[in-house]
């Protein structure tokens, strides 16, 4: 049964209506009054789904009910439908047409490929799809659509300005910008003249004029264009106290939101040890950069819409125009290989320091909030727009104290900051359950994480002991590490040596006990009781002193290995260990780590 099937399905079982199972590449359609009629709509919708991602139209299932009286059929033909799709759409459409047999009935399905063209129907304005709607394409619309089918570099075309009129300020920041690198060759670049430096950046023709990203980066021909939007307000829905519409250049117009966000971020003091102070902002400055320049670097700029940034004490919200690039989604932008529209305009902007090296921007944002106990960076996307959101407020400075004292390549690895982030409120985490927060495709790539985690040298992670034989076991935060990340742990887990503490204890008092008296006292269930005292028998503290094999009757007495009494400074006995009979330090799995 694949997709489709399983949403006839559920239409024909009454648990969906054709309307609630439509989506980005999904309609439905009946027929209406006439064939002519009927036809040339669902050439409007194949066109719609062409000129987006592509999908699928289902003629004969009634979208305005559910259950097996939706499934009203069709009169239409497969291919005389193709046909006419063909003949009325400019540049002509080809789909895949079928009739497929439901439980209730037949049903005419058109899977429509996405298109390299933007294409029209009955010589209307094109459509695309946009979630669950075909809406009109503007002229802007329409050019940004068919580069991005093409590959068209819009940065890299002739702006037709000559590299001799760019704007003395904005070169100003941008050697600024390359005398902060840490790269000597990026430093010296800094002192070069003006043509050199735009050469290095690659933003130069031939004939001494710029391309489409020099000019924006570097001239005023974008002056009277906003080119981004910075509003402030102290809450979500507060009072607009800042707001700013800034134009071209582009480097002098980012710096200028740098600074106005840096003002008015918070910062809280962490103290790390040896005198060493942190100050650390309520919104990671590192994350925020990239979430602004991404906003820039990969936005549709055949859009005269401008990049806005809504920011907030706790929030900063960034909406560029135009949809992921081919390829990258919601769902894989943390992980998919780097890609971008404006690729001149991105490597200016990469050599300025301006943006990570191609495909770890979005890596730094995730591991930047969490390392400081932030929520990873939240996007929503549609055909026409990108929006991310940092959401930030006061950091978690027990866990932030304990991330200043790892290896910085742990630190600052996305993957690694996401784990410890979630296990801080999560005892056990699997494989499987990683998979969809890292964004891994196959679960292979998630138990490679964990594993590497667990490795000797880093030792931040351990499998659990009922797990630890599996494929894909279940991991926790070592010992060390609960004790160093300290009150940032939302949980205690109980440990080998003081469960057998309390046992001990009451085996002093009582002489011998059994499976209740240990649920009781360690308000476990029966499984967990078991699992208590087979542990003790193994490791000889405790022996079966009945004969009994189940129940209540079944008693436990001191084994070889139970620790001698000793008197302590009030008189009264109390248990200690010595020796090889000390219980060990490992943790104790409680029940939900299997």
Not at 76 to 92: A, F, G, K, M, S
Not at 305 to 320: A, D, F, G
Not at 497 to 506: A, C, M, P, S, W
């Amino acid at each position: 049964m694949d997709a489709l099937d399983r949403v006839l399905a559920k239409i024909a079982e009454g648990l969906d209506s054709a309307t609630a199972s439509e989506s980005l590449e999904l309609e439905f359609k009946t027929d209406g009054r006439s064939v002519k009629d009927d036809l040339s709509n669902i050439a409007d919708a194949a066109a719609c789904l062409a000129n987006a991602t592509g999908g699928t139209l289902v003629v004969g299932v009634d979208d305005k009910i559910a259950g097996p009286d939706a499934f009203v059929g069709t009169k239409l033909d497969p291919e005389r439908t193709r046909l006419r799709i063909y003949e009325i759409t400019q540049p002509p459409l080809l789909v895949e047409s079928e009739r497929r047999s439901t439980a209730h009935g037949e049903v005419l399905v058109l899977t429509v490929a996405s298109s390299t063209q933007v294409h029209s129907a009955n010589g209307k304005i094109p459509t695309e799809r946009v979630a669950d709607r075909c809406l009109p394409m503007t002229t802007e619309r329409i050019a940004a659509v068919t580069a991005q089918k093409t590959g068209r570099d819009w940065s890299i075309h002739p702006a037709g300005v000559a590299a001799a009129d760019v704007d003395p300020v904005a070169m100003q920041i941008a050697r600024e910008m390359l005398a902060r690198s840490s790269d000597l060759g990026k430093r010296r670049l800094a002192e070069a003249s003006d043509i050199d430096l735009l050469r290095a950046l690659g933003v130069v023709l031939e004939d001494q004029t710029l391309t489409n990203a020099g000019a924006l980066l570097f001239t005023r021909v974008y002056e009277r264009t906003v080119l981004i939007s910075y509003t402030y307000r102290r809450t979500p829905a507060g009072q607009l106290t800042a707001n700013e519409q800034l134009g071209g250049p582009l480097v002098v117009a980012l710096q200028r939101v740098f600074d106005l966000i840096e003002a008015r971020l918070e910062t809280t003091p962490v103290s790390i040890g040896k005198g060493q102070q942190l100050h650390i902002a309520d919104l990671p400055e590192a994350a925020v950069r990239e979430a602004v320049v991404n906003g820039l670097m990969h936005r549709e700029y055949f859009s005269a819409e401008r990049t806005t940034v809504e920011h907030t004490v706790t929030q900063l919200r960034v909406s560029s125009p135009g949809g992921f690039v081919p390829g990258v989604s919601v769902d894989n932008v943390l992980t998919t290989s780097s890609r971008t529209r404006n690729t001149n305009l991105a490597g200016a902007m990469r050599m300025l320091g301006l943006a990570e090296t191609a495909g770890s921007g979005v890596d730094r944002m995730y591991a930047e909030m969490a390392r400081v106990g932030h929520e990873p960076p939240r996007y929503t996307a549609d055909p026409t727009s990108v929006e991310v959101t940092l959401l930030g407020g006061a950091p978690n400075t027990a866990l932030a104290r304990y991330v200043a004292t790892l290896p910085p390549e742990e630190a600052a690895d996305a993957d690694t900051m996401v784990i410890l982030l979630t296990l801080l409120t999560k005892k056990t985490m699997g494989a499987e359950e990683l998979m969809p927060l890292l964004q891994k495709p196959v679960i292979e790539e998630a138990q490679s994480v964990l594993a590497r985690l667990s490795s000797d040298e880093i030792r931040l992670l351990e499998p659990t002991r009922e797990t630890a034989r599996r494929a894909y076991p279940k991991y926790r935060l070592r010992e060390d590490a609960l004790l160093a990340l300290g009150s940032a742990v939302t949980y205690r887990r109980r440990t080998t040596d003081q469960l057998d503490r309390k046992i001990i204890e009451l085996v002093n008092e009582t002489g011998t006990i059994n499976a209740r008296m240990v649920r009781i006292l360690l308000d476990l269930d029966t499984v967990g009781a078991s699992r208590v005292l087979a542990d003790l028998v193994e490791r000889e503290i405790l022996i079966k002193t009945s004969e009994a094999t189940r129940g209540p009757s079944v008693t436990y007495g001191r084994g070889a290995a139970f620790p001698a009494r000793s008197a302590g400074r009030d008189g009264r006995r109390d248990a200690r260990a010595s020796g090889p009979s000390a219980p060990d330090q490992l943790p104790f799995d409680d029940l939900d780590d299997r």
